[in-house]
């Protein structure tokens, strides 16, 4: 009697088992499918909303329609990386009559389409000596330059290390130094990000000024490498933009400035106290240009 329920018993766990293994087995082989059909619609979607031509020669266009779909639909890059229309309100990235907060049809403005320039202020709350809260953070160029290598030049494995880990090449805004402080008490305004209690709170404001700040790399650090490598890819597709005539504002002009032909970049004028030099000098991703070295 025993055996017989147990037999029993048996062939229901066995019946279960296949039921689940089959049904498993079944969606499993659809999902994939799915997945593939998914995928392509956000390529196809990708291609159908990216606002400038694109340069497809030697690139994978599966990685470009992902690319432009995370760039364009999902990663708002645009929305902070512009300087904005000229043409209509600074902070718009879209041409006067085709402002959608206006109520009006989209439309891009694409000769300011990732060039970098929105202006974030300063990080911090004024932890600095006198109040001062240190540089503007402003956000930097996103299109490729004469190398053809997206964002400025920047390779694929630095790129991907830019947004996993925050990583800013350029130094752009370091902690203060000792020294740095002590020229802040005798009235200077160097580049650099004073950290400490905030007077009155007992908050301690410790942004560390190697990690880029308010860019929600954080965030796009979940992404597969699969998504970090079609953003890559896209905005290596995407037309350069050369910010070389534009007057930098106070903080780091250099840094919204995009070489897109061949020769050595001049150095720019800055707005604001200089304590590193041109950017060709102390950037590793501005190397030689076609013609000559980098001055
Ligand atoms: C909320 C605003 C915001 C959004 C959205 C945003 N960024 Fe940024 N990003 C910034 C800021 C600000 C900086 C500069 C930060 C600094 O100087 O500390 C930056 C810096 C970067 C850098 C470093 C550039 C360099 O030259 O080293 C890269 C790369 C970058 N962003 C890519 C992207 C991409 C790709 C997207 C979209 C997927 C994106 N960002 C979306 C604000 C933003």
Known sequence: MGSVH???????VAAVVIGVVGMLSLPLALQAQNNDEAIQQLVTKGFAIAPVPLNLAGKDPNLVGLGSYLVNAVGDCNGCHSSGTPDSLFIYPYLPDGN????????????????????????????GPKGYAGPA????????????????????????????????????????????IQAINEG????????????????NNIPDGSLLQIMPWVTFSHMTDYDIKAIYEYLSAIPCIDNTLVPGPAGDPNELRNQCGPGPIAPAVRAD???????????????????????
């Open 6 to 12: 147990f037999a029993k018993g048996a062939a229901v």
């Open 100 to 127: 959608p907060y206006f109520g009006q049809l989209e439309k891009l403005d694409p000769s300011v389409y990732l060039n970098g320039g929105t202006n974030f202020g300063a990080v911090g709350t004024p932890t």
């Open 137 to 180: 953070i402003i956000t930097r160029n996103l299109t490729p330059d004469y190398t053809g290598r997206a964002e400025g030049g920047h390779t694929l494995a630095e790129f991907s290390d830019i947004i996993k880990n925050g990583h800013d090449y350029d130094h752009v805004h370091p902690n203060c130094t000792p020294a740095q």
């Open 188 to 203: 200077e305004t160097p580049i650099c990000i004073p950290t400490g209690v905030i007077p009155g709170t007992t908050f």
């Open 273 to 295: 106290n200089d304590n590193k030099g041109p950017k060709a000098l102390r950037s590793p991703r501005i190397r030689v240009g076609i013609g000559g070295a980098v001055k």
